[in-house]
């Protein structure tokens, strides 16, 4: 499966972005980001339904994920952003059906996108 991964730039604290990544197929798909210096970490994830997600603790309610899948997009709109959440933001597929927050459940991965926050 191709992911196609979008919607980073450069805003201010406070602002807000929408990711987008572009999936088809039944996948759970889960958002990682990696910040320089920092491991990757897991920030959100959507199973194929939309019924289930789950969140970092990090992004609760700033983050919300949502997906359209007769578009086959996963989004995740991203508001009060902060200078931590500054990172590449990776959108990955898994087949299985539970979201899991470790990458190594996820056997595809999208090109990463920019996200950074100025303070």
């Known amino acids: 499966v191709q992911l196609q991964a979008s919607g980073g730039g450069l805003v201010q604290t406070g602002g807000s972005l929408r990711l987008s990544c572009a999936a088809s197929g039944r996948y759970t798909v889960g958002w990682f980001r990696h910040a320089p210096g920092k491991e990757r970490e897991f920030v959100v994830g959507?199973?194929?339904?939309?019924?289930?997600?789950l969140y970092a603790d990090s992004v609760k309610g700033r983050f919300t994920i949502s997906r359209d899948n007769a578009k086959n997009t996963a989004y995740v709109q991203m508001n009060n952003l902060k200078p931590e959440d500054s990172a590449v933001y990776y959108c990955?597929?898994?087949?299985?059906?539970?979201?899991?927050?470790?990458?190594?459940?996820?056997?595809?991965w999208g090109q990463g996108t920019l996200v950074t926050v100025s303070s």
């Open positions: 990955a597929a898994s087949t299985g059906m539970d979201i899991i927050a470790d990458p190594s459940h996820y056997g595809y």
């Open positions: 959507i199973t194929w339904s939309g019924g289930s997600t």
